[in-house]
C-alpha cells in the first residue's frame, strides 16, 4: 500500500514541462490484469469476512502415519479447514452475506485510498498504474495483502509530491468513517465478561464515534463485518502515514521539510517504534507492534527520490498538513491487538 517513485533525472526546463504532461491511460492488457486482480480480491476477501464471523469449525486433522503424511500435514490440514467452512457457508447462507458486507467495505476504503493518488497523478501528469490489489490466501490476514500503484514517471513538483503522497490516505479515511459508524451501531453485547483470545483494541477514532453516538465499545463483543473493515482499513491508514521512506507520510515529510529532514524524522520514528513495539509486548502481551517495526525497516533502505522542482507549498497545503496528523492521531494505536 506504499506507492514507489522512481528516481529518473529531470527534464530540462522542468518548470514549463509541468503544466503540459499529460499521462497515458491504461490499456486493454491493463485494465484487464487490474480487473481480474481486483475481482480475485473479492474473492479472498469474503472469505476473509465469513472465516471472522463464523463459529470455530472443529476439523480433525489428518493422521500421521508415514513421513508422506508429515509432508502433507499442513497443506491437508489447511485445505480441510477451507472446505469444511465452505460447507458450512453452505447451510449458513447469512454467513456468506457478513463476508460479502466485509469485502464490499474494505475494497471500499482501500479503493478511496489508491483512487485518491491515481487521480492525484493524473492531476499533474504522472504515469502510474491503476491500483494493483494483491489477494491473500483463504484463512489468511484479511484476504488481502492491500494495494498500490506503481509510479512510473518522475513527480514533477513539491505540491505534486505533497498531493500525490496524501490524497491516498485522507480520500481512505473519508470512506473509513461512515464504515466506522455503522460498525459501532451495529455492534451487539457480548456473551462474556472476559477470558482469552485475541482482543481488537480501538483507536481514537472509533472511542470518539462511541462516545458521540453513546454505544460504549466492548472488546469482546462478537465481530461485525463493519466493524472489522473499518478497523483494518484505520490501521492500513496509519502504517501508510508512518513518516519513513516512500511510504504515503514520508512522502508528505519529505515535501514540508525536505530530503535531509526526512531522513532524520524516519530514523526518529522508528527508533519510538522499536520502543513501543518492546512495551506492548512486555505489558499486554501484543505482537503486533512488530508488524509496523518491520515496514519500516524496510522502508529505512527505500530512498526517496528529488522532485525536479522544490517550490513553495503555500499556507493551504500546510492546513492539510495539519489535518493530515490529526488523522494519523485518529487511526494509530500503539498497541492494536492484545492477546489474553
Known amino acids: 500500500m506504499a506507492e514507489s517513485a522512481q ?43 465469513i472465516v471472522m464471523t463464523a463459529p470455530e469449525i472443529d476439523v480433525p486433522p489428518p493422521p500421521l502415519r508415514s513421513v508422506i503424511d508429515y509432508l502433507l500435514f499442513v497443506p491437508e490440514y489447511y485445505l480441510s479447514n477451507v472446505i469444511a467452512l465452505l460447507s458450512f457457508t453452505a447451510h449458513h447462507p447469512s454467513l456468506l452475506a457478513d463476508g460479502l458486507v466485509f469485502s ?61 503522497g496524501l490524497a491516498g490516505p485522507l480520500a481512505g479515511f473519508v470512506a473509513a468513517v461512515p464504515i466506522a459508524l455503522v460498525g459501532i451501531l451495529s455492534m451487539q453485547p457480548s456473551v462474556r465478561g472476559g477470558g482469552s483470545g485475541i482482543i ?20 469482546y463483543a462478537p465481530i461485525n463485518p463493519y466493524y472489522m473493515a473499518a478497523w483494518i482499513g484505520l490501521l492500513v491508514t496509519s502504517l501508510n502515514l508512518m513518516p519513513v521512506g516512500q511510504l504515503d507520510g514520508g512522502h508528505g515529510t519529505f515535501a514540508i521539510f525536505g530530503q535531509r529532514a526526512h531522513r532524520v524524522i524516519g530514523r ?13 509486548f512486555v505489558w ?57
Open 7 to 49: 528516481a529518473i533525472p529531470p527534464f530540462v526546463n522542468a518548470r514549463q514541462s509541468v503544466a503540459l504532461r499529460v499521462a497515458p491511460y491504461p490499456t486493454a492488457r491493463e485494465w484487464l490484469i487490474h480487473t481480474s486482480l481486483f475481482l480475485l480480491t473479492i474473492v479472498t476477501t469474503t472469505f476473509a469476512g
Open 268 to 280: 526518529v520514528a522508528f527508533a519510538v517504534l522499536v520502543v513501543l513495539t518492546v512495551l506492548g
Open 104 to 164: 464490499a467495505a474494505l475494497l471500499a476504503i482501500l479503493t478511496a485510498h489508491e483512487m485518491g493518488h491515481y487521480v492525484a497523478c493524473r492531476r499533474y501528469g504522472v504515469n502510474a498504474t491503476l491500483p494493483f490489489f494483491i489477494p491473500a490466501p483463504p484463512l489468511f490476514l484479511a484476504g488481502t495483502f492491500g494495494a498500490f500503484i506503481k509510479i512510473k514517471s518522475p513527480i514533477p513538483s513539491r505540491r505534486a509530491l505533497f498531493d500525490i
Open 284 to 340: 499486554y502481551g501484543s505482537p503486533s507492534g512488530f508488524l509496523y517495526t518491520v515496514l519500516l525497516a524496510i522502508m529505512l533502505r527505500v530512498g526517496h527520490p528529488q522532485p525536479e522542482e522544490m517550490g513553495p507549498l503555500g499556507p493551504v497545503r500546510v492546513w492539510i498538513a495539519v489535518v493530515t496528523l490529526i488523522v494519523f492521531a485518529l487511526c494509530f494505536w500503539p498497541f492494536p491487538i492484545t492477546i489474553t
Open 200 to 219: 481488537f483494541n480501538d483507536p481514537l477514532l472509533f472511542r470518539l464515534l462511541g462516545r458521540l453516538v453513546g454505544t460504549p465499545l466492548d472488546p
